[in-house]
Structures are given as C-alpha cells and as structure tokens.
C-alpha cells in the first residue's frame, strides 16, 4: 500500500524531505563564487546535475531558504558576475562540506571556515577548491526564477569554460576512475551515500542493438520464484537467442539433472551471479528440450 501526498496539502518542509529522499543520491555541487568587494563564497548544492555535453552544461538550483524566505549569498555574488566554479566533493572533504553549508554573514569566507584553500581559476574570478578532485570554471548563460516563496528555487544554467581534473583521479586509460575520485551523494534529512567500494557496480546494456526482451523469455523463466527481476533483466537484455550448438555444449559440460527445474534455475542464478549470462541463458533453454 502507497501513501498519496498531495504536493498542495503538504507543508512545504514535509514536502522538501519526501522529495529529497526519493530524488537521491544527488550529486553535490560545491560552488565558489566571489561577490563585488572580492569576498569569497562557498556552498554545497544537491539539487545538481549535468545537463548537456555539446556544449557543456551544468544546472543546479539555489532555493529560497524555508524558514525565512531569503535567497542566498551564491545567488547575489552569481547576479552579480555572471561567473562561479562548481567543485566536486569526495569523501576527504565532506565534513568540511558541511561546514560550509551554515549561513555566515556575507563577508565571511567558508574557505576559511572550513578549513580550505583557494586557489586562482584561469578564466573566471570565482576562486577553484584546492582541496577538490575535479574544479569546473563556468560562465553563466541564465537564471530561471521558478517561484517566490520559502522553498522555491532559482535554476542556474551554466557552461562550463574549463575544467581541472586531478591526475590521481585518472585510470590508465585517463578516464576517471570512481573508486579512486570516491566522490558523496546526497540523501534525504541527514542521509549521504559514498560511491566508491562495493556500492558501486557495473551494467552494461548496449543501446544500439536491440535485445531479446522480457516478453520473449519463456514463461517458466519469467514465473519463477527463484529467480530475482534482475536476474530475469540481465536474460533479457541478451542481444540475441543462444544458438542448438552452444545449449547443447553448455549442458553437457554440466553434471546436473535438467528435468529438474529447480536444480537448473539454482545452477542458473550461480552463472548469472559469476556474469555467465549466456551460459545460463543456455542451460535455461536446455532443460525444456
């Protein structure tokens, strides 16, 4: 059974919550900005993502606070200079992240408050974060105001003009390696997620070629108990049907009983789990012959 929230009904503070915990994790935007006098700022935002790579566009939003109805200091300074840096954040700096995110008074600087460092970016006055694995200076192109009470946000619509990326975040290949940039999502209330470790995983799906399909499967694949929707998926997302030569190969190179639906649905899930998928495809098929 589902609750229904009805967006209209909702206070706005319960609203925000319900949906932060179902949009996650979000990537967090960290971003420096400097205002007229030359004061650094700096902020986390998780209301972020990349937009466009051709030509190359992030969006995040700065939302009108809810207790009180005020915007923030990343929304003067970026009025004000049309430019701002989004830093990435990863899991050496998250704590300090969260220092930076307190509303100090506007000649403040949340580098020094928590305990980072500045350093000049090539193309836009806002200052880079040493600190951070990637750095990305961009130039405003607009700001969509979508609403003016406590809760509603400002869309920044920026492209990025270059970007800084730390060499030990690289793989052999200078592609950026996820379990070494380990960066932080964020969740719902007090909830992140770190991206690194066992949490992340591989799934490859080719999209220029078209897959069996789920509604293809045999039924005995699709209803059975023992096998996850997952699991399932993963035969269906096979680009094409095993060949006799391959289903008869697999199932003479295993020693089991293929009238026995649920000894070869077990052997299945085994080779599904090792990224045998076609092997178990095959076994799979052997057994209603």
Not at 70 to 92: C, F, M, P, S
Not at 133 to 144: A, G, H, L, Q
Request: aromatic residues 6%; hydrophobic residues 40%.
């Amino acid at each position: 059974m589902k609750i229904k929230i009805d967006p209209k009904k909702t206070p706005t503070a319960e609203l925000h919550q319900y949906l932060l915990g179902s949009v996650a994790p979000r990537p967090i935007a960290f971003v420096s900005t400097v205002d007229e006098e030359g004061n650094n700022n700096l902020a986390p935002y998780s209301f972020f993502n990349a937009f466009s790579s051709n030509p190359p566009i992030l969006v995040f939003s700065s939302n009108r606070t809810v207790a009180h109805n005020t915007t923030k200091d990343t929304l003067h300074n970026i009025r004000a200079t049309d430019e701002l840096v989004v830093n990435v954040v990863n899991y050496d700096i998250v704590r300090q992240m969260t220092l930076s995110s307190v509303a100090y008074p506007s000649d403040v600087s949340e580098f020094e408050k928590a305990g980072l460092t500045a350093v000049p970016s090539d193309l836009v006055k806002a200052a880079r974060l040493k600190e951070s694995p990637v750095n990305m200076e961009c130039k405003v192109k607009d700001i969509i105001t979508l609403g003016y009470e406590g809760g509603a946000g400002h869309l920044i619509i920026c492209e990025v003009v270059r970007m800084h990326i730390d060499e030990n975040v690289l793989d052999e290949d200078k592609k950026i390696d996820p379990h070494k940039i380990d960066l932080m999502g964020r969740m719902g209330r007090a909830f992140y997620t770190r991206a690194s470790g066992e949490s992340i995983m591989k799934i490859f799906q080719p999209v220029n070629v078209i897959p069996i399909g789920y509604d293809k499967l045999p039924d005995y694949i699709k209803n059975s108990n023992l096998l996850t929707a997952n699991e399932v998926a993963r035969l269906a997302g096979l680009k094409e049907w095993p060949s006799k030569e391959s289903i008869a190969e697999t199932s003479k190179n295993l020693s089991i009983d293929l009238r026995d639906k649920e000894v070869v649905i077990h052997q299945a899930k085994k080779l599904i789990e090792e990224d045998q998928v076609e092997e178990a495809m095959n076994l799979l098929l052997a057994s209603l012959e």
